[in-house]
């Protein structure tokens, strides 16, 4: 059913159509459309024949959806571009273009450049990275960057966080144990690692980014090399913990750093509308593809998935294939991607 002839038989605006219709929730649609029908035909026959002939259409437009119904934002849509070595810095050259990139380094490492050209680099685990494509792990090949976040302790996210954050003078977020320990022990300067906790929400690149630090079922070790006794140290690494980031045009991304299933998922989902998700699907130290895909069937249903955190050591077995059979059919679109390329919303 088109959207005018909807709107033609029930006698309402085409706007009041469109919030009826799919995804707007069935209650939204009964109370709205039981409104409407009162204010035209009263609140007695005629006003339960405007409900019910505005479910008909909610069924109708669910089987058909309406052509003028914007069921999904344009910035969306996303597509994966392979980046070739020589490209490393001409790929943000395209930071102002309006859209958000998402360059997956391997394992967990991703270098995020927003729509107003910001770049931010999650647990840049590189040099020591097999799955780093080798130009990356030249770090002066990333370009810019203007803020390193990282999601807990372990080699392989903290990485080279410390090391490019005293070299291009930028701060390392991690959470406020993470960065309390680097400081402690003199591998960061307190100014370029600012405290942060779970819950907090912060705008470290101006008001139209905006970063917030989500729970995350894990461990958070520190272990240290120290430069005087030559012996392996474990310290504390604070809680671990996954990010949200709201790019300028609004688009957000949860990263969820390493974790297990935990039910709030679903209030994160439900209370921060991530577009995009970056999910561990590795197993043994995170969610395996099954857990993975459990989180979105019953928990998250996100729009979009990249799964991440898988192959780079033997152990983390899980296969996006794997993942992907797992979810089953669904309205999230499971994004495929290598290291080295980049996405781009
Ligand atoms: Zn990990």
Not at 13 to 42: D, E, H
Not at 167 to 185: F, N
Request: proline share 9%; hydrophobic share 40%.
């Amino acid at each position: 059913m088109t959207l005018p002839a909807c709107s033609r038989l029930l006698g309402v605006p085409r706007f009041s159509i469109w919030v009826a219709t799919p995804p707007m929730n069935l209650l939204l649609l009964s109370r709205l459309l039981g409104t409407l029908g009162a204010q035209r035909w009263g609140s007695g026959p005629m006003g339960r024949r405007g409900l019910f002939l505005g479910a008909l259409c909610w069924a109708l437009g669910a089987a058909h959806p309406l052509q003028a119904a914007p069921t999904e934002a344009p910035a969306s849509e996303a597509h994966a571009v392979n980046t070739h070595a020589t490209d490393a810095h001409a790929a943000n050259t395209h930071a102002t273009s309006g859209q958000t990139q998402l360059l997956w380094l391997g394992q967990s490492a991703v270098r995020l450049t927003t729509p107003g050209g910001k770049v931010i680099l999650v647990d840049p685990f590189l040099t020591q990275n097999p799955k780093t494509p080798p130009p990356y792990k030249n770090l002066e090949a990333l370009g810019k960057i203007d803020l390193i976040l990282v999601t807990h302790a372990h080699g392989d996210h903290l990485g080279d966080g410390p090391e490019l954050a005293k070299k291009r003078h930028i701060p390392l977020i991690g959470s406020a144990g993470l960065d309390q320990s680097l400081v402690d022990l003199g591998v960061l300067p307190a100014e370029l690692a600012p405290r942060m906790d779970k819950s907090g929400t912060i705008t470290p690149l101006g008001e139209g980014i905006r970063i917030t630090m989500v729970h995350a079922e894990h461990s958070s070790a520190l272990e240290w090399l120290n430069p005087v006794t030559h012996k392996t140290e474990t310290h504390v690494g604070g809680e671990p913990v996954g990010f949200i980031i709201e790019v300028e045009n609004g688009f957000k991304v949860w990263i969820m750093g390493d974790t297990g299933l935990f039910s709030d998922m679903k209030f994160i989902a439900d209370y921060y509308r991530p577009d995009l998700v970056l999910m561990p699907i590795g197993g043994h130290y995170t969610m395996d593809p099954k857990d993975a895909a459990y989180a979105v069937r019953y928990w998250i249903h996100p729009r979009l998935v990249l799964p991440y955190h898988y192959g780079t050591f033997p152990v983390l077995t899980g296969t996006p294939e794997e993942f992907i059979r797992a979810i089953g059919p669904s309205r999230t679109k499971v994004l495929e991607a290598k290291p080295g390329d980049t996405l781009t919303f």
